[in-house]
């Protein structure tokens, strides 16, 4: 009698693919905040203004309150231009 040699392989539908895979929403091509546009990031949860090269401890959620000038836990920018403020 023959054994079968028959083996389970997985279909290419329940394998996940580098293709199939879902972006990091915070990833840097993923990025959909328009306050990207006025800060680079230089680390993990760190922003550096293009205005006045201060960096930002906190992420995104700090660096706006950067921006708009607000005093909440974090330094305002003196540089930043009053529509760019009154957008964020």
Excluded at 45 to 67: P, T
Aim: proline share 3%; glycine share 6%; charged share 25%.
């Amino acid at each position: 009698m023959k054994k079968s040699s028959a083996t389970s392989t997985p279909s290419s539908s329940s394998v996940p693919s580098a293709n199939n895979r879902r972006m990091r929403s915070n990833a840097a091509g993923a990025r959909t905040d328009v306050s990207w546009e006025y800060g680079v990031e230089v680390g993990y949860r760190k922003v550096k203004c293009r205005y006045c090269n201060e960096e930002c401890i906190g992420g995104m959620f700090r660096f706006k309150h950067h921006l708009a000038r607000t005093h909440q836990n974090v330094t305002a920018c003196n540089n930043v231009p009053q529509e760019v403020k009154v957008k964020i």
